[in-house]
């Protein structure tokens, strides 16, 4: 590993000094470390080169979590997602993300891993991301210009490519207050033998207000150059309070394929992951149709 400076600033006066240096010319190289889980390897293999990287854990707000009514929640991007995974407002919630923790990683990145760093790495198969894009989650960034909000839904862009420009931060995520009755369920399909990343990701959320009926959520990972919501596949579920028909079940897990854009590669067909991607659909539209039912027992 080269060898880079290392600085842990406190206040966003300080970390914003020091990342400007990750603006203009010079060659010079800034890299923002949260829990290094990505980071570091890359930085052992010499894929990266910086010559500072900040560390932006002691920063006000990346580790905050908590929940209000008015609020709803508030996700820090430096908090753990073991942290994420076991905290009781968010387990009684927002359930996706008990489905997430259960199959993300190893006990070592759900320790160390961050949310904000899943996010800004970018990647298709993310696995926090179709959980937060089905409960509209907001980020809120800092950077040079200030202080500004953009809704996760356009914070991803590409693979490794995220509405974060030179000098910015993710300091935070928003969800609003869940508005009723909610369920849902976060599907990972996986090579039979290794690999953490998801071929398939697929979630599910149904939300049932008081007086609007149910307010279904798709969202999928892995199917294209970024995770997203398939809307039209949702709009084929919103009938009323009552549970789907066997027929829009069907309808929606087949717009939810022809969102999908996957590619061939190594792991698995762009054929195949659009055939999975009806299957988790409709297996997660179904599952959260059971949950529903036995929240309401
Ligand atoms: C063995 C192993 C298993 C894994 N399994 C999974 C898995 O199952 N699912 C999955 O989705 N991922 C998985 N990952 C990937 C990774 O661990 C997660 O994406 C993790 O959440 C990254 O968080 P981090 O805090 O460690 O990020 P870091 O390594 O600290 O940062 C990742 C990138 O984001 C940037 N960054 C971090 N925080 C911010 C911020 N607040 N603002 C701006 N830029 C920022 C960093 O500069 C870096 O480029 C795995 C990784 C390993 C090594």
Redesign the pocket.
Known sequence: MQPFDYARPETFEEASALLARAQGGGGCKV???????????RLEAGVLTPILVVD?KRLPG?SELWFDPIHGLTIG??VT?RRLGTHPDVRRLYGLFLDVYE????PQ?RN???????L??A?P????APALLCYDAVCRIVGPEGERSVPLEEFLIGPKQTA?GPG????SLHLPPPTGRAAGVYQKLRMAKGG??GLVNAAVLAQIGDESGANWRIALGAVGPRPFRAHKAEAALQHGRGAPDAAAIRTAAALAQEAAEPIDDLRATAAYRRAMVTVLVRRGIEATVARLAGASA
């Open positions: 890299c923002i470390l949260a829990g290094g889980t990505e980071l570091l390897p932006i990346l991007a430096a997602l199959v993300m990683g190893v990145v160390r891993g961050t949310v904000g760093g899943n800004c790495n990647s198969a993310a696995d926090t974060l910015d931060l993710l300091v953490h990343l």
